[in-house]
């Protein structure tokens, strides 16, 4: 099963920009299902982009859309997460997480069996 490592998380100005790396083990991501979430204190971790190795079929919340892009290397060892235009609102702790591939795949957290650690972003106003 593969295992997963984030990083990339600092601390940022509003307007910034960041990239975060979630680096397979013991496999790839190929036929796997890969999204990143978020949780900020006192709040349930969200969705912020999936994407699908399978068919490149990407997801992105709303209030992400437009200025975050996921990404993976060619060999589905790595996927990114661009961050542009950074909001204070997008302070969160960031996450990781990959599952099988199915049929139907859903960018929700609760589906998702495998997690990596999270690695912290902090946008300063």
């Known amino acids: 099963e593969v295992q997963l490592q984030a990083s990339g998380g600092g601390t940022v100005q509003a307007g910034g920009s960041l990239r975060l790396s979630c680096a397979a083990s013991?496999?790839?991501?190929?036929?796997?299902?890969v999204g990143w979430f978020r949780q900020a204190p006192g709040t349930g971790r969200e969705a912020v982009s999936c994407?699908?190795?399978?068919?490149?079929?990407?997801y992105y919340a709303a209030s992400t859309r437009g200025r975050f892009s996921i990404s993976s290397d060619n060999t589905w060892s790595t996927v990114y997460l661009q961050m542009n235009n950074l909001e204070p609102e997008d302070t969160a702790v960031y996450f990781c997480?990959?599952?099988?591939?199915?049929?139907?795949?859903?960018?929700?957290?609760?589906?998702?069996?495998?997690w990596g650690q999270g690695t912290q972003l902090t946008v300063s106003s």
């Open positions: 997480a990959a599952v099988a591939e199915g049929m139907y795949n859903s960018c929700i957290a609760g589906d998702f069996p495998t």
């Open positions: 013991r496999s790839t991501f190929v036929d796997y299902f």
């Open positions: 994407i699908s190795s399978g068919d490149g079929a990407i």
